[in-house]
Nanobody, 123 residues
Framework: QVQLVESGGGLVQAGGSLRLSCAAS????????MAWYRQAPGKQRELAAA???????NYADSVKGRFTISRDYAKNTVYLQMNSLKPEDTAVYYC?????????????????WGQGTQVTVSS
């Protein structure tokens, strides 16, 4: 079983910055992709940013140039640096990780989600 624990959310004024962290722990053999999704009230969950094991990144058009995703491979941790925040960035941000578990000799795949962290941007 793989657990994800997020931190770093909060309340910030428009134009400000926040940094989210997500640490994975448990029966991890390898992690391929780590990503941040977000869900605003009344809307569907959407991808904000993702990073692969090879370091390739992709971003939603709405956050390009403002958000930066990075990863500490040794710590199984992913970060999301959010700059120039806008009120429309207000959402619950969820961490997601895909990879292979070391729970048994078949190294089964896993896809885990964090509990979510609230980001609120005031105008």
């Amino acid at each position: 079983q793989v657990q994800l624990v997020e931190s770093g959310g909060g309340l910030v004024q428009a134009g400000g910055s926040l940094r989210l962290s997500c640490a994975a722990s448990g029966s991890i053999f390898s992690i391929n992709r780590m990503a941040w999704y977000r869900q605003a009230p009344g809307k569907q969950r959407e991808l904000a940013a993702a990073i692969t094991s090879g370091g390739s990144t992709n971003y939603a058009d709405s956050v390009k140039g403002r958000f930066t995703i990075s990863r500490d491979y040794a710590k199984n941790t992913v970060y999301l640096q959010m700059n120039s925040l806008k009120p429309e960035d207000t959402a619950v941000y969820y961490c997601n990780a895909d990879g292979r578990s070391s729970s048994n000799r078949y190294y089964p795949t896993f896809s885990s989600w964090g509990q979510g962290t609230q980001v609120t941007v005031s105008s």
